[in-house]
């Protein structure tokens, strides 16, 4: 069974920085890529950043140049590193990681943490 663990949420002011950090365990295979998608009160989930097995990244464009994603493989571990942040990036947090199961060989699933509250705010 594969585990996606999220940690770093809070509470921090406009303009402030938090760590995001996610760890995935359990019998995997191999990972084909690690991201954060984001959901806002009343909106629909959304995609934040997402770094991929050849350490290629990509942003929304609301996040660009203020959020930093990176990953350490032999952890199986992804960081989000957010700077600059503002209100609107107030939201649950959640991991996501597309890989392939010790258990599934041959299927690449999606697989979901149960999310980290971040919150912008004076």
């Known amino acids: 069974q594969v585990q996606l663990v999220e940690s770093g949420g809070g509470l921090v002011q406009p303009g402030g920085s938090l760590r995001l950090s996610c760890a995935a365990s359990?019998?995997?295979?191999?990972?084909?890529?690690m991201g954060w998608y984001r959901q806002a009160p009343g909106k629909e989930r959304e995609f934040v950043a997402a770094v991929r097995s050849g350490s290629s990244t990509d942003y929304s464009d609301s996040v660009k140049g203020r959020f930093t994603i990176s990953r350490d493989n032999a952890q199986n571990t992804v960081y989000l590193q957010m700077n600059s942040l503002k209100p609107e990036d107030t939201a649950v947090y959640y991991c996501?990681?597309?890989?392939?199961?010790?258990?599934?060989?041959?299927?690449?699933?999606?697989?979901w943490g149960e999310g980290t509250l971040v919150t912008v705010s004076s």
């Open positions: 996501n990681s597309k890989l392939m199961s010790a258990r599934t060989m041959g299927i690449w699933q999606s697989y």
């Open positions: 359990g019998s995997i295979f191999s990972i084909k890529s």
